[in-house]
């Protein structure tokens, strides 16, 4: 059936294409049916205000997506509860609009199938309304970017076969509600950006499931739990921008499906584990101590960042067998002695950061094989000799980065 009142363009309103985001925890709809009754576009609005005028024939649209996804763009206004009416619907995204308001407490009374449902970046607020988490059979949640304020401690335990759950970048406030432990086919829990405060507490491990676990820029104090170290299909840690204390427990080295793992900015402190291969971004912390040789074994590794901490000696030439790396920050450390030849050996290096050490010796001139750099810093350290010339400035048709050298 036709509308009159709602058109989609394959290639403009419902644009359709593959969605890294959407398919994190590998949701792929067969079909997305959107049903319009009771609302439709306002033409003095420019065809995209949310109105209540009735339409008088009732109309769906069907959408084949087995590896796509469909959405509406340009919606303003609060969503009316109407919506509550599309008993059929499966998926509904309604994301990166400009919806205000709060989220309809009856919106799942007449949506008994809805399993996906994406209402991040608009400007919804208030609280999280609790019946939302009756809606049983719902498997992804993507409430981010918006005003929400607060999350229901008991209901959401409710979904039990939720997958993702995404509220980041909200004014959510408190500890993790303890139920999100009960949800154990949840595989990406996204809590970001908000203002949760005290320890993560133990439940954390009962979600064996778990493939990526954010929790950056909160409050969270206390440890690292050893929990952390029990999930074992964990590919992304991001715990970034805290108050965690104490030191990186040996246990997370266990995760040996993380391809993800950032700790900086926080309050830890001692030795950076042996056993830890899997390395990422650990700056802004007070580690102590050298880098373990063990980091030659992440050899898919693209960026390490240990800047702002207190690691001493030499960078070990292990380091040098990451021939993925793209990024490597040491500054603001207690390194010394001379920079490992082997460094020009990274062929794939586009920053290199060693300022505020106490590196000595020459400037090894098998850097100059770095052909893709774009940010050296080397400075307020105790280097003699002349920073050497690469071969690639001196032709510029070949000089690919950009970089002026003195």
């Known amino acids: 059936m036709g509308s009159p009142d709602l058109k989609l363009d394959r290639q403009t309103d419902c644009p359709i294409g593959r969605n890294r985001r959407r398919n994190e925890v590998g949701f792929e709809p067969k079909l997305l049916e959107l049903f319009h009754d009771g609302w439709r576009p306002d033409a003095a609005s420019g065809g995209h205000q949310w109105t209540s005028k009735a339409v008088e024939s009732r109309s769906m649209v069907a959408v084949q997506a087995t590896t796509e996804w469909c959405r509406i763009s340009g919606l303003t206004g609060p969503i009316l509860p109407f919506i509550g009416n599309l008993t059929s619907l499966i998926y509904l995204d309604l994301s990166d609009n400009y919806l205000t308001g709060r989220i309809p407490s009856d919106m799942c009374d007449g949506l008994p199938r809805l399993q996906v449902l994406y209402l991040d970046m608009n400007r919804f607020s208030g609280k999280i309304p609790t019946e939302l988490f009756m809606c049983r059979e719902l498997q992804i949640i993507y409430l981010a970017y918006n005003r929400l ?48 405060t005290r320890p993560i507490l133990p439940f954390i491990g009962n979600l064996t499931s778990l493939t990526y676990l954010y929790l950056s820029d909160n409050y969270f104090t206390g440890l690292i739990l050893s929990e952390i170290g029990g999930l074992p299909n964990l590919k992304g840690l991001m715990l970034r921008g805290n108050r965690l204390t104490g030191p990186i427990l040996p246990s997370i080295a266990n995760l040996t499906q993380l391809n993800t793992l950032d700790l900086s900015n926080n309050k830890l402190t001692g030795y950076i584990p042996n056993t830890l291969g899997k390395l990422r971004e650990f700056d802004n912390n007070s580690l102590i101590g050298q880098i373990p040789t063990t980091i030659g074994s992440s050899t898919n590794l693209q960026i390490i960042d240990f800047s702002n901490n207190m690691l001493v000696k030499n960078i070990p030439s292990e380091l040098c067998r990451l021939g993925s790396l793209i990024t490597l920050d040491l500054s603001r450390n207690k390194f010394a002695g001379p920079i490992p030849a082997c460094i020009g050996d990274l062929v794939s290096l586009a920053s290199l950061r060693l300022a505020s050490n106490s590196f000595s010796n020459s400037i090894p001139s098998t850097l100059t094989r770095l052909k893709h750099i774009q940010q050296l810093d080397f400075s307020a350290n105790q280097f003699s000799g002349v920073i050497p010339r690469p071969e690639l400035a001196q032709d510029e048709e070949d000089n690919e980065n950009g970089l002026a050298f003195i």
């Open 149 to 196: 304020e607060g999350i229901s401690s008991k209901q959401i335990g409710n979904l039990t076969v939720l997958r993702g759950l995404d509220l980041q970048a909200n004014l959510i406030q408190g500890p993790i509600p303890k139920q999100i432990g009960d949800l154990l086919n949840l595989e990406f829990l996204e809590l970001g950006n908000n203002s949760l």
